[in-house]
């Protein structure tokens, strides 16, 4: 019994720790305890991504990088129109990337054709309907690529 005396307290101070993690992400949870509102990533509905393709193919490495979410949380629920719900977690913070991933993970072994709306548009949080997740918004078609300047011969002059 005397060597079990001392765990307790290590297990607890392990515990404590993992629960704090990074300094200013929150569990969503405690946020919706405290109301202190969430502000969701403008980046992602401009990020043209299909959802069954890998996030890594996008250009926009920066964006990815960036929180979901202001403030940062460790994980949020990702609810779909028709039902499906999935969860993207990182400890140090959600980013859009950690999102993508989870949506990704869902999507990737769907043809093209079995998607009706095959390109994400954005998040959406509305407290009313649930704290603690962002509602995902798709749309059919992607936007056309920007034109690029200086091709020499074709679209110079409208």
């Known amino acids: 019994m005397a060597e079990a005396s001392g765990s307790p307290a290590k297990t607890k101070l392990g515990a404590d720790k993992h629960r704090r993690g990074t300094e200013g992400v929150y569990n969503i949870n405690d946020l919706e305890k405290e109301g202190k509102e969430l502000a969701v990533a403008k980046e992602t509905q401009r990020l043209n991504w299909k959802i069954n393709t890998s996030p890594a193919s996008l250009d926009e490495k920066e964006t990815l990088q960036k929180y979901l979410t202001q403030p940062p949380v460790k994980k949020i629920d990702l609810h779909f ?78």
């Open 81 to 158: 129109p028709l039902g499906l719900e999935v969860a993207a977690r990182n400890p140090k913070g959600v980013t859009i990337k950690d999102a993508l991933d989870a949506i990704y993970k869902q999507y990737k072994k769907k043809a093209d054709d079995e998607l009706s709306e095959p390109f994400l548009a954005g998040f959406e949080w509305d407290k009313e309907t649930s704290w603690t997740q962002l509602i995902v918004h798709l749309k059919k078609e992607g936007a056309p690529p920007p034109k690029k300047k200086g091709r020499k011969g074709k679209d110079d002059d409208d």
